[in-house]
């Protein structure tokens, strides 16, 4: 993974894309202590990333939805 400072991702941000495109991961560092703030990674990883596991039902059990089905995490949560 890159990583870069605030100014120099911004300064060369169609490089950095470039980069994300490739499939590459860029981090995003800010301030005195370069803390890393964010982190910028392919559309696809993100998409896969997203799908919720059952936990201590894995192997156990299969959930499936409808097309149509939506809920926010917040509604799953607090219903």
């Known amino acids: ?8 991702a911004k300064n060369h ?5 470039k980069d994300v495109e490739l ?9 005195k202590k370069k803390e ?3 982190v910028i990674i392919p559309y696809e990883q ?3 990333s997203k799908k919720r596991e059952l936990g201590t039902l894995k192997h156990r059990a299969k959930v499936t939805f409808s097309k149509d089905f939506s809920i926010s ?4 949560i607090n219903p």
Do not use: R
């Open 23 to 31: 499939g590459n991961e860029v981090a995003i560092c800010y301030g």
């Open 13 to 17: 941000f169609s490089a950095v894309l």
């Open 73 to 76: 995490t917040e509604e799953f």
């Open 36 to 38: 890393t703030i964010a």
């Open 46 to 48: 993100w998409k896969k």
């Open 1 to 8: 993974m890159k990583i870069l400072p605030l100014a120099e």
